[in-house]
């Protein structure tokens, strides 16, 4: 499986110098390109290979005199950049043709010098290297300082050079990793996450929600409005959107190395993690939107399923159908959905006091062992869902029926009554829903055209008309 593995850079001015230039380089050409792919696809031209885009935008404009300090950089790392926009086309064709799951991909967009974070990619064939020293040597660039934080488990692939808006620098290499078994255990454990706590585990224990944003609320709001007081433009701005930018990077690092901490212990100490698959995209358009990114449950999912399969532990995702929160975890009744200030509700059926959470943990991990026991996990991907009984392409909605021959509250036709519109004779249904012969019905009165249309509202009206008349001839 490929894994990425980060540490954290310290440049030296100089480095800094080559790696802005190399950002910039690397951006020009993304434009360039999406500009020549967007230009002839408003003319009617033929979609460009990525040999002759490359040639276009790499090849023939370092001999441009506007482009010549393209040839300061390394042409593998232009190269990649050309990837990433043709990578972004492939994702957004495959999503408008429906090929691609997920959210709906939008068209790859120009990208900005202005951005807090830039990055760039080295391939193998960029022969970038890490030295004796424990330095990254990068082609045009130089020996990088690297802190190595842990050691790479393999020969890396590629490697990204990220700069973040705080002004940090990373390197992050992707590396094919081998599985690590972990010795067998015997629990398995069922986790619903929710905001009072951020997870509450099937035997009791209850991780509090640390809350990093809400606890550095203070200092944003008096860094955001050192901010507002700046003029646009100057350095004084500058430093302040840094100063903002280092205080939600500090937020983002607490939180990633809480989601790194809780999700280790979680596989170590478990053979089994079974967890409810949460609509997070949804819930983050609520009014508990800022909770909801706060918790980030969706990058702890993701934890917990790459290193359950780093270390050979099952991993499984309870559709987010499944009424959780609703069964009784002793007797299996489905008491109902409550509003979430409830905390907890005595079952109906056999009078036993939950806590909602707990209950619905081990309704999660009584679910997740179903689902395992049933042999419908995939082991190797990703489990989008538990595969229960559910109405998932089959018909919800019932089927056309035939209407009664008595049925109470409609209207039916007098008998015998003549069609003013097409002179046949109509007659109320008999048994078996079908109508009398016209030649064996003696003719009674006529009956409005618009009482034999295909609208029943114009039939209703037809036949009160009909019966205040009380004669053979409707009132006008």
């Given amino acids: 499986m490929l894994l990425q593995y980060r540490y954290r850079l310290y440049p030296t001015p100089g480095h800094e110098q080559a790696l802005a230039r190399a950002f910039g380089c690397a951006r020009v050409v993304f434009n360039d390109a999406l500009r020549v792919r967007e230009t002839a696809f408003r003319e009617g031209l033929p979609y460009l290979t990525d040999t002759e885009l490359s040639k276009l935008v790499i090849t023939q404009a370092k001999k441009n005199s506007e482009r010549a300090w393209l040839g300061e950089v390394s042409t593998a790392m232009l190269q990649q950049a050309l990837g990433d926009l043709n990578t972004a086309y492939r994702n957004f064709f495959a999503s408008a043709c429906g090929q691609r799951r997920g959210r709906r991909m939008e068209a790859p967009r120009p990208r900005s010098r202005k951005d807090g974070r830039q990055a760039i990619r080295f391939a193998r064939n960029a022969k970038f290297k890490i030295t004796e020293a424990g330095r990254l040597r990068l082609p045009k660039i130089g020996d990088v300082p690297v802190r190595w934080s842990r050691p790479l488990p393999a020969e890396p692939s590629s490697v990204s050079i990220i700069k973040d808006g705080a002004g940090r620098y990373f390197a992050s290499f992707v590396v094919e990793a081998s599985q690590q078994p972990l010795p067998t255990v015997g629990a398995d454990v069922g986790i619903d996450l929710g ?17 990093w944003l809400r ?3 203070r200092k944003l709001r008096r860094a955001q409005q050192d901010l507002a007081r700046k003029q646009k433009g100057s350095s004084n701005h500058n430093q302040a959107v840094r100063r ?15 989601h790194h901490q809780l999700s280790t212990w979680l596989i170590r100490e478990n053979q089994a993690v079974y967890v409810e698959d949460l609509a997070v995209d949804r ?51 489905q008491d109902g959905p409550k509003p979430l200030a409830v905390r907890s509700w005595v079952c109906a059926a056999c009078n036993a006091l ?11 991990r009584n679910e997740g062992r179903r689902i395992v026991a049933a042999g419908r996990q995939a082991a190797p991907e990703m489990v989008r869902g538990a595969e229960t009984l559910n109405a998932c392409g089959d018909r919800v909605r019932p089927p056309f029926a035939v209407a009664r021959v008595v049925e109470p509250g409609t209207h039916q036709k007098p008998e015998g009554v003549r069609c003013t519109a097409t002179g046949r004779l109509e007659s109320p249904p008999q048994e078996g829903g079908e109508g009398v012969n016209a030649a064996t019905t003696s003719p009674a009165g006529t009956w409005p055209a ?13 036949a009160r008309s009909f019966r205040r008349a009380g004669s053979g001839t409707p009132r006008a």
């Fill in 195 to 211: 905001l009072n706590h951020f997870a509450v585990l099937s035997d009791g224990r209850k991780i509090s929600n640390p809350r």
């Fill in 283 to 333: 819930l983050s358009r609520t009014w508990l939107a800022k909770s909801v990114h706060d918790a980030g449950w969706a990058s702890f999912v993701a934890m917990l399923e790459y290193k359950a399969r780093k270390n050979g532990r099952t991993f499984t995702k309870v559709s987010r159908t499944f009424p959780s929160s609703q069964l009784c975890s002793i007797c299996g009744h």
């Fill in 450 to 462: 618009s009482a034999c249309s295909t609208s029943t509202r114009a039939r209703r009206t037809a």
């Fill in 215 to 217: 606890k550095a609320e």
């Fill in 244 to 258: 903002v930018t280092r205080l939600h990077a500090k937020v983002a690092d607490a939180r990633r190395e809480f």
């Fill in 354 to 364: 939950h806590d909602r959470d707990h209950n619905a943990a081990l309704n999660v």
